[in-house]
């Protein structure tokens, strides 16, 4: 084990430092002989002052039967003295060491405790497994074993905290844990936990305690509005009131912004409000608990930043560069749950195949920029033609499938139509001029045409392909006659 000098030492210290370099059986073995040796050497002075006064009495001219009991009595509280030590010292040999075996027992498991928290990747493992030190006493060794109890109980929780967040799913997860460590472990009434868009540098209240506090605290319309997002350090009105002018309750509640930052990118900020008081005590109190969400922030910034690199990854991968749209890898991953869904509600889902008409022609006559900026448009005009809560698929190329939930028999037909003569009507701006282009949509209906999704997504492209041999620009609904085979 490591041992730390002081670098200036006195003579004194220099002198004693054997006695200080023993362990403490040893140091109590010292002492113990020291009170030994001179609880000896008082009884030899004593018994030789006695044995002097002996020799002084056998020559006085008395009786020497009354000598003889004099001398029995002298010799007699010799004996009751020697025994009185004697148990005297054994008595707080006992009770000595029974302390020293107390006192080494505590200072073995405080040793061991702090031992473990010294290395931090072990220090979690072991407070989980070690059992916490018995508090005996209310002196100063039981506060020292308290406050050891207290990290060691803190690092067990923060780690439990870790290798639940770590299994969470979704970042929302993350967020109500944390929500709930804040309320319930550290008692915090009120706060925000905010997050930043990195796509526009907007900052967003993703959860908030209570749930109307949203709404009474800050109006961000950018990030680099918050001040703790700008600097990347703790923003306190403890003290300083006007310190970010964008709070709106400055006169009636203090605030501290704990910004989330992961290598140097602040991913959000989490903002704890509370009542004005002028306390120092609450103000410690408050120091204290805001040190501890800290301490809990550490240990989910690392989950949450995984978390959202893997939802940007899985952005990436489901959605349309070009677009913006969800792609068909979308479709793969998500058609079970819609599916479920649709079958929950009792519903039907309507399926819209669309395709731009001798869109060939537009890449080999303008070039591939033109037909990207054409397809980019088209993608708009299909997101303001359906509800928000249809799906738009780029299928690929120049197909797109549309999904309309929850649509009546007649509707999808409807909408394709809407479609088309919104397509038909829009005039697309072009570098050296503009252009007109027209779609063909098939439809089909599910589970009407059939229960097996992906064969009606077949059949609305067979009704697309009949839309195409029939003349372009038109919407065929699926039928059954356009069918003939049995196997899909």
């Known amino acids: 084990m490591e041992t730390f000098e002081h670098p200036e030492k006195s003579l004194w210290i220099r002198l004693w430092q054997p006695f200080f370099n023993m362990s403490i059986y040893g140091k109590f073995v010292l002492v113990l002989a020291s009170f030994l040796l001179g609880y000896l050497l008082l009884g030899l002075h004593t018994y030789l002052f006695l044995g002097a006064v002996k020799g002084q009495l056998s020559r006085l001219p008395v009786d020497q039967e009354l000598l003889s009991l004099t001398m029995k009595t002298i010799d007699g509280h010799i004996i009751e003295g020697a025994l009185l030590v004697t148990m005297i010292m054994i008595v707080l040999s006992i009770t000595s060491f029974l302390c020293i075996r107390v ?25 989980e497994q070690s059992s916490l030190i018995p508090v005996i006493s209310k002196d100063k060794i039981g506060t020292v074993a308290s406050l050891v109890n207290g990290v060691t109980s803190d690092i067990r929780k923060i780690s439990l905290f870790r290798r639940t967040i770590e ?14 460590v804040f309320k319930e472990h550290l008692g915090f009434k009120n706060f925000i936990i905010w997050e930043v868009r990195a796509k526009d540098e907007s900052i967003e209240a993703v959860y908030a305690w209570p749930a109307d506090m949203e709404t009474e605290s800050c109006v961000i319309t950018s990030a680099n509005l918050c001040r703790a997002k700008r600097t990347g350090e703790v923003v306190s009105s403890s003290g300083n009131p006007d310190i970010c002018p964008i709070f709106p309750m400055g006169d009636v509640m203090t605030h501290s912004c704990v910004p989330m930052v992961v290598s140097g990118q602040v991913l959000g900020v989490v903002q704890f409000l509370s009542l004005y008081v ?50 068909r890898r979308f479709l793969e991953n998500n ?13 039907q889902m309507g399926i819209l195949m669309c395709d731009l008409d001798f869109f060939k022609k537009v890449n080999d006559e303008y070039g591939h920029d033109v037909g990207d ?27 797109f499938l549309i999904l309309l939930t929850d649509c009546e028999k007649t509707m999808a037909g409807e909408v394709a139509e809407k479609i088309r003569n919104a397509v038909e009507k829009h005039v697309f701006q072009v570098e050296n001029g503009s252009l007109r282009k027209t779609i063909s949509i098939g439809t089909s209906l599910f589970p009407n045409d059939t229960e097996a999704f992906w064969e009606c997504v077949k059949f609305a492209d067979i009704a697309l392909y009949k839309a195409k041999e029939t003349g372009r620009n038109r919407v065929v609904n699926f039928d059954k006659s356009l069918w003939d085979s049995k196997d899909y």
């Not at 299994?167 to 709930?180: G, H, K, T």
């Not at 058609?335 to 519903?347: F, V």
């Not at 993608?379 to 690929?396: E, H, M, P």
Request: net charge positive.
């Open 103 to 127: 006192l080494v027992s505590f200072l073995d498991q405080m040793i061991c405790s702090l031992q473990s928290l010294r290395n931090v990747e072990d220090a979690s493992r072991i407070c």
């Open 167 to 180: 299994a969470d799913e979704s970042i929302e997860e993350v967020y109500r844990r944390l929500a709930y």
């Open 278 to 327: 002028n306390c120092p005590e609450r103000e410690k109190a408050l120091r204290f608990n805001l040190h501890r969400a800290g301490q809990y922030l550490k240990e989910a910034l690392p989950v949450l930043h995984a978390k959202h690199l893997a939802g940007n990854l899985q952005e990436m991968a489901t959605r349309d560069a070009l677009t913006g749209l969800s792609n």
């Open 335 to 347: 058609i079970n749950q819609l599916i479920a869904s649709l079958k929950r509600r009792n519903s």
């Open 373 to 399: 900026q054409i397809l980019k448009t088209l993608a708009i005009i299909l997101q303001n033609t359906v509800r928000s809560s249809d799906i738009i698929i780029r299928y690929g190329g120049e197909e």
